[in-house]
């Protein structure tokens, strides 16, 4: 049977690798899926698959900081996705593992056109550091972690019980 929006699986296939830039063992993420981010109607095809690039344990860290005592004010959210530039290294050696992926078959006989970033980003670092600035974004849970610690951690957002530090009756 055809499938339709939700039945789509949300990962078809996941490879970990290592970049040479690597800290531990799997430090990159490429899954083969779906695309749920594209008009399957912008494919000359008529199907869209991606080849999403996820970085395991980003240096770049950004913030979550109120904006106003007012509640109705939204806080000020600041993601600084690959801010640090060793987390860029990484996505780039990913950006180039996906390319030689994609030229690989089986995918290669998939693929008609690549439609993002696209043919006109080649393969010069530069373009790929600004291809990655442009699309880089939150997957899966953008909230509802944070570091548990002790109060002198200045990492630390919970105790071991999940109260927020420095705040009165809030877990």
């Not at 991606?50 to 806080?75: C, H, I, N, W, Y």
């Not at 993002?116 to 953008?142: C, N, S």
Request: with cysteine; aromatic share 4%.
């Amino acid at each position: 049977p055809e499938l339709k929006g939700q039945e789509h699986p949300v990962v078809a296939a996941q490879l970990w690798t290592r970049s040479a830039h690597a800290e531990r063992p799997e430090d990159l993420d490429i899954g083969i899926s779906p695309s749920h981010l594209l008009d399957p109607a912008s494919s000359p095809s008529g199907v869209i698959f991606s080849l999403g690039l996820e970085l395991m344990l980003a240096r770049s860290q950004g913030f979550v900081k109120l904006a106003s005592t007012d509640p109705s004010v939204p806080p000020r959210i600041r993601f600084n996705h690959l801010l640090d530039p060793a987390d860029m290294q990484r996505m780039v050696a990913a950006f180039r593992l996906a390319r030689q992926l994609a030229a690989t078959e089986p995918l290669k006989s998939l693929i008609v056109e690549e439609l993002y970033p696209g043919p006109q980003v080649g393969d010069a670092e530069a373009e790929i550091v600004a291809a990655l600035e442009r699309g880089a974004m939150t997957l899966q849970h953008p909230s509802c972690t944070c570091r548990m610690g002790r109060p002198d951690d200045p990492l630390s957002v919970v105790d071991a019980e999940g109260r927020v530090h420095g705040i009165e009756a809030l877990r």
